[in-house]
T-cell receptor
Framework: EAQVTQNPRYLITVTGKKLTVTCSQNMNHEYMSWYRQDPGLGLRQIYYSMNVEVTDKGDVPEGYKVSRKEKRNFPLILESPSPNQTSLYFC?????????????FGPGTRLLVL | AQSVSQHNHHVILSEAASLELGCNYSYGGTVNLFWYVQYPGQHLQLLLKYFSGDPLVKGIKGFEAEFIKSKFSFNLRKPSVQWSDTAEYFCAVNRANAGNMLTFGGGTRLMVKP
C-alpha cells in the first residue's frame, strides 16, 4: 500500500532534549516536506527536499533541521526543543516538485514539549 | 507575503443543509488552488484542485469549488452535507513559480448534526 509513515505518532519530551521524528515513503517520490499544524494557523511548511541531499527552508525553519540521505526517508530533527515547538507535525511527499503532483500526507506526529 | 484566509473558523450545520466555506488569498500572480480535508484523527486528504480552465472544479464526495479571479477567492461548496462530512477543511494556495510549496489557510471546522 502506498503510504507515508511517521514515527513516533505521539511524543512528550522536555525542553532541550534532542529528538528526531522519522518520515518514510514507499512511493519512490522525489519531493518531501515537513509541516507543522497549529490551531488557527493551518499548516506551515518547515523544510522541504526536492531530492536526495537537496533540502531547503520553508516558512518556519527556525529550531529545526532535516536531512535527506536516502530517497525514502526525511527525518525532522529538533536539536533543542522548546515549548513553542509543541505542535502537530505532518510529513508529505509527491512524485515531483510540480504543483500538479498530488501531495500525500502522513498520519501526523503530535509533540508536546514541557 | 502571500496569505490565505478562511474567515469561517467554525461552522455547524444540520444534515442536508448546503455548505459554502470561504477562502481568499492575497497573492496577485498565477496561483494553483487546493482544498484539503482532515477527518477526525486522520491525515490530510485532497478534496479538489484548480490549475487552469473551467473555474468551477468538481472534487470527491460531491464537493465543488469555484475560482473567482477578480475576488481572489476559491470557495468550497456542497449542496447537501452529511454527518460524515464532519471534519476540518483547509484551503491551500501554490504560486505558479514556487515549486510544490503550499500555503494553507487556518482551517474551518465543520460539524454536521445528524
Amino acid at each position: 500500500e502506498a503510504q507515508v509513515t511517521q514515527n513516533p505518532r505521539y511524543l512528550i519530551t522536555v525542553t532541550g532534549k534532542k529528538l528526531t521524528v522519522t518520515c518514510s515513503q514507499n512511493m519512490n517520490h522525489e519531493y518531501m516536506s515537513w509541516y507543522r499544524q497549529d490551531p488557527g494557523l493551518g499548516l506551515r511548511q518547515i523544510y522541504y527536499s526536492m531530492n536526495v541531499e537537496v533540502t531547503d527552508k520553508g516558512d518556519v525553519p527556525e529550531g529545526y533541521k532535516v536531512s535527506r540521505k536516502e530517497k525514502r526517508n526525511f527525518p525532522l530533527i529538533l536539536e533543542s526543543p522548546s515549548p513553542n515547538q509543541t505542535s502537530l507535525y505532518f510529513c508529505a511527499s509527491s512524485e515531483g516538485q510540480s504543483p500538479q503532483e498530488t501531495q500525500y500526507f502522513g498520519p501526523g506526529t503530535r509533540l508536546l514539549v514541557l | 507575503a502571500q496569505s490565505v484566509s478562511q474567515h469561517n473558523h467554525h461552522v455547524i450545520l444540520s444534515e442536508a443543509a448546503s455548505l459554502e466555506l470561504g477562502c481568499n488569498y492575497s497573492y496577485g500572480g498565477t496561483v494553483n488552488l487546493f482544498w484539503y480535508v482532515q477527518y477526525p484523527g486522520q491525515h490530510l486528504q485532497l478534496l479538489l484542485k484548480y490549475f487552469s480552465g473551467d473555474p468551477l472544479v468538481k472534487g470527491i464526495k460531491g464537493f465543488e469549488a469555484e475560482f473567482i479571479k477578480s475576488k481572489f477567492s476559491f470557495n468550497l461548496r456542497k449542496p447537501s452535507v452529511q454527518w460524515s462530512d464532519t471534519a476540518e477543511y483547509f484551503c491551500a494556495v501554490n504560486r505558479a513559480n514556487a515549486g510544490n510549496m503550499l500555503t494553507f489557510g487556518g482551517g474551518t471546522r465543520l460539524m454536521v448534526k445528524p
